[in-house]
């Protein structure tokens, strides 16, 4: 019953969005019932979201940027915003390990010239050159902690030094969760999120609260020494 009200709803609030939109809106909130711990949010990131992720991203002048989008699902605002800021010369990489969405990626963005798009686990990623910009929409707290710190250490080597990480973070919802977790004598989500602090901490650039986003969301950008 659960399900069947999240499509209703999931479809009245799609009535006013485009249609290309509305199926990636579909296909995600379809993917995250059938795999909720891989696919962590109901709903692709909204174009609030996508400008404030490619905040750095646009603003770059001179040389060639590339950039890697991790998890990007059937494409979002945050996906549609960097491809709408790249310069022939640019190269937009975007990893997605679902197969699903990685087939409307093809059809949505595939006929782009200098965007590649990969289905691969970021885990297992080794492309033979780095990048300016990495951006993620993947939900952490619900991976386990081995998988957050071989992460971590995957995105040092994925980018270049002064390189821009940017990522979301549901505004309350690990916090609502550690409570929950705190009632039940759990510790692990507390303790993943002191691994995604110690690292955000250590390369804090700026943080923008995106409140136009379901649900509401941080981004937070990092620079890599």
Not at 35 to 60: C, D, L, W
Not at 97 to 108: G, S
Not at 146 to 169: A, D, H
Not at 188 to 194: D, G, S, T
Request: hydrophobic share 40%.
């Amino acid at each position: 019953m659960n399900k069947i009200i999240l499509l209703l709803l999931l479809a009245f609030t799609s009535t006013t969005q485009p249609l290309s939109q509305t199926k990636s809106r579909f296909a995600f909130c379809l993917q995250h019932l059938q795999k909720p711990f891989e696919v962590g949010s109901i709903t692709p990131s909204s174009n609030a979201t996508g400008r404030a992720m490619s905040s750095y991203i646009a603003q770059h002048i001179g040389t060639p940027k590339h950039i890697l989008e991790i998890g990007a699902g059937p494409g979002s605002g945050i996906t549609d915003d960097v491809i709408n800021n790249l310069r022939p010369t640019d190269t937009f990489t975007i990893i997605e390990i679902n197969p699903a969405f990685c087939t409307i990626l093809h059809d949505k963005y595939g006929h782009i010239p200098n965007v590649s798009i990969v289905q691969a686990d970021i885990l297992e990623f080794a492309p033979d050159s780095k990048y300016d910009y990495i951006i993620s929409s993947l939900p952490l707290t619900i991976f386990p902690k081995s998988f957050i710190s071989s992460y971590f250490s995957n995105l040092r080597k994925l980018i270049k030094p002064c390189g821009i990480v940017s990522y979301i973070q549901y505004i309350g919802f690990p916090r609502l969760r550690m409570l929950i977790d705190a009632l039940f004598r759990k510790t692990a989500l507390k303790e993943k999120m002191q691994l995604i602090d110690a690292f955000k901490n250590k390369w804090h650039l700026e943080s923008k609260r995106v409140l136009l986003n379901c649900p509401p969301t941080w981004v937070h950008h990092l620079q890599m020494a």
